[in-house]
């Protein structure tokens, strides 16, 4: 047993520069001054307050990004110090985000405890590397990220903040080699316990789908199959699912080795960055070599998005999880009951909606941001959701979920194919274009605009909102440069009142929403516009 003490280290506020609702990401060159990340973890104990800290059990990993190692060891100490009983690490500080959110829900550790939360470090799909991003987020007991209600806590701290504490005597723990240590400090016993990163999460998924007709599909010589992991978090686990549970060839995954600089790419699952991905998919400029797999996927640098592809064929996000809902009781065991609702960010095509009212299924439409999900799936509301930000998830976490979404097509795939005799597979295009022929096609195109002019990025949207006063002289502009384009039948600031807890959330988004169901949507988010 070894023996710690508490320190008590000055601080100074942050410079007033909020973080975002998710966490807080910033440059690896920011997070290293001194102090900076221990002000952040220190305000967000404060925040969570000494009665829920004290003999907790917290979760910490991440997407094993540069500057990972050295703020697992620093969180650890720091834990140690405000009381906490326990910490749990992924193997080699790797854990994706909804494999922390399943491992806060699910896990019971060897005592019988379970997680209370978890800080997770990840800037999500943004680079990594000594001169790119870093970031932090703080999860609840949900296994979701924590509402506005603790974040604007954990800001309001963040300015305020003129200490911490930490055990700086406390030894580093050994993060490559599973097992627990224990120590004893001021507050009395304290474990870190570094477990299997992959283990749980595969437990997990087991559960909710049928791996058994999944290894019919990948054995079956008409089917191909790739996944490309970014060099990202999605790495620990692809080879224990895809190739040891599931059968597929090891050469079909692609950059599955996590990388602290995810290889010098940017770890984004989209056909821009996803290059190798869709050169291999017979979807890049350039001719590909050789005949494409009939399915690809791709997962950003924490796992929880994804991007679906077919032989030459690419999946919206918005269209994903609209099929996804359409075959889900039939093709995965997990929803065999039927599902309990559906939703999508405001964002995100109409698609999901056109299955919603055809299943006669609740629906929700919600802002940007995964924890309005949770609160729906919380109280039993909501059952597969998505954004058109290629994220996909379930009630079976609180987070977006990508390997989630590959295994949910992958069902799809396998229950469209099982009855078949005949030689010729159902494909990924053939679903969609099926869905398509059901539903109706819903055209969807998004434009992203990064590190925009902060002030006039708000002044072009308080234009945009102006505008709005009088439709009659937006429909002449619109007919001045396009007079098959149809009239704009409303427009609005999107405002959302959360069907749980009654809250408000306003200023979510500019809509322009046209008479024949077409839609102008609007979104600024710090430095980065958005316009689908």
């Known amino acids: 047993m070894v023996l710690f003490n508490v320190s008590r280290k000055d601080t100074t506020p942050f410079d007033g520069q909020k973080p975002g609702t998710s966490g807080l990401r910033?440059?690896?060159?920011?997070?290293?001054?001194?102090?900076?990340?221990?002000?952040?973890?220190?305000?967000?104990?404060?925040?969570?307050?000494?009665?829920?800290?004290?003999?907790?059990?917290?979760?910490v990993s991440g997407d094993g990004r540069y500057y990972s190692k050295e703020a697992i060891q620093i969180i650890t100490k720091m834990s140690a110090a405000n009381g906490v009983?326990?910490?749990?690490?992924?193997?080699?500080?790797?854990?994706?985000?909804?494999?922390?959110?399943?491992?806060?829900?699910?896990r019971v550790g060897p005592d019988g405890s379970k997680a209370n939360g978890a800080f997770i470090l990840t800037a999500s799909h943004n680079p990594g590397g000594p001169n790119e991003d870093f970031g932090i987020k703080y999860n609840m007991e949900n296994g979701g990220p924590a509402p506005e209600g603790i974040t604007n806590k954990i800001y309001e701290y963040t300015t305020t903040i003129k200490e911490y504490f930490i055990a700086e005597d406390l030894p580093d723990v050994d993060i490559t080699t599973t097992g627990v240590t224990n120590f004893t400090g001021p507050e009395?016993?304290?474990?870190?316990?570094?477990f299997d990163s992959a283990s749980d999460y595969v437990k997990l998924m087991k559960s909710i789908f049928d791996f058994e007709s999944l290894r019919k599909l990948l054995s079956s010589p008409k089917f191909t199959f790739c996944y490309d992991a970014l060099h990202g978090v999605g790495g620990a686990y692809a080879k224990r699912i895809f190739v040891d549970e599931l059968g597929a060839q090891e050469s079909s995954l692609l950059n599955c080795t996590p990388k602290e600089d995810f290889g010098g790419g940017h770890p984004d699952p989209n056909l821009t960055y996803a290059k190798e991905l869709v050169a291999r998919m017979g979807l890049s400029k350039t001719e590909s070599q050789g005949e494409p797999p009939e399915f690809g996927a791709a997962a950003d640098g924490d796992a929880d998005r994804n991007m679906i592809l077919g032989k030459r064929f690419f999946v919206t996000p918005s269209d994903s999880v609209a099929i996804i809902a359409a075959n889900?009781?039939?093709?995965?065991?997990?929803?065999?009951?039927?599902?309990?609702?559906?939703?999508?960010?405001?964002?995100?095509?109409?698609?999901?909606?056109?299955v919603a009212k055809s299943l006669n299924l609740k629906f929700f439409e919600v802002p940007t941001g995964w924890k309005f999900f949770g609160n729906l799936m919380d109280a039993g509301l909501c059952s597969v959701c998505g954004e058109e930000s290629f994220g996909t998830g379930s009630d079976h976490i609180r987070e977006k979920d990508g390997i989630w979404a590959v295994l949910a097509w992958l069902s799809?795939?396998?229950?469209?194919?099982?009855?078949?005799?005949?030689?010729?597979?159902?494909?990924?295009?053939?679903?969609?274009?099926?869905?398509?022929?059901?539903?109706?096609?819903?055209?969807?195109?998004?434009?992203?605009?990064?590190?925009?002019?902060?002030?006039?990025?708000?002044?072009?949207?308080?234009?945009?909102?102006?505008?709005?006063?009088?439709?009659?002289?937006?429909?002449?502009?619109?007919?001045?440069?396009?007079?098959?384009?149809?009239?704009?039948?409303?427009?609005?600031?999107?405002?959302?009142?959360?069907?749980?807890?009654?809250?408000?959330?306003?200023?979510?988004?500019?809509?322009?929403?046209?008479?024949?169901?077409?839609?102008?949507?609007?979104?600024?988010?710090?430095?980065?516009?958005?316009?689908?």
């Not at 009395?188 to 570094?194: A, K, N, R, S």
């Not at 999107?494 to 322009?512: A, L, M, P, T």
């Open 26 to 59: 910033k440059k690896v060159k920011v997070f290293i001054q001194p102090n900076y990340l221990e002000n952040f973890v220190q305000a967000s104990f404060n925040a969570l307050t000494a009665e829920k800290v004290r003999g907790a059990t917290l979760v």
């Open 328 to 354: 889900a009781v039939e093709a995965i065991p997990y929803f065999s009951a039927g599902l309990k609702g559906v939703a999508r960010s405001m964002p995100t095509s109409a698609a999901l909606d056109v």
């Open 85 to 106: 009983r326990r910490v749990w690490i992924g193997q080699n500080g790797l854990l994706s985000t909804p494999a922390v959110s399943g491992v806060i829900r699910e």
């Open 412 to 532: 799809i795939l396998a229950y469209k194919n099982k009855d078949k005799i005949e030689d010729k597979l159902v494909t990924v295009e053939d679903i969609v274009r099926q869905h398509w022929a059901t539903y109706g096609r819903h055209y969807y195109t998004r434009y992203d605009y990064e590190n925009v002019d902060a002030a006039a990025a708000k002044e072009l949207m308080a234009y945009l909102v102006k505008l709005q006063s009088s439709l009659s002289e937006v429909n002449q502009i619109i007919k001045g440069i396009r007079s098959d384009v149809s009239n704009v039948a409303h427009a609005d600031e999107f405002e959302y009142k959360d069907s749980v807890d009654g809250s408000i959330s306003s200023h979510q988004g500019i809509r322009y929403l046209f008479e024949d169901g077409s839609r102008l949507v609007s979104l600024l988010l710090g430095k980065h516009m958005l316009l689908v």
């Open 188 to 194: 009395g016993p304290f474990d870190v316990e570094v």
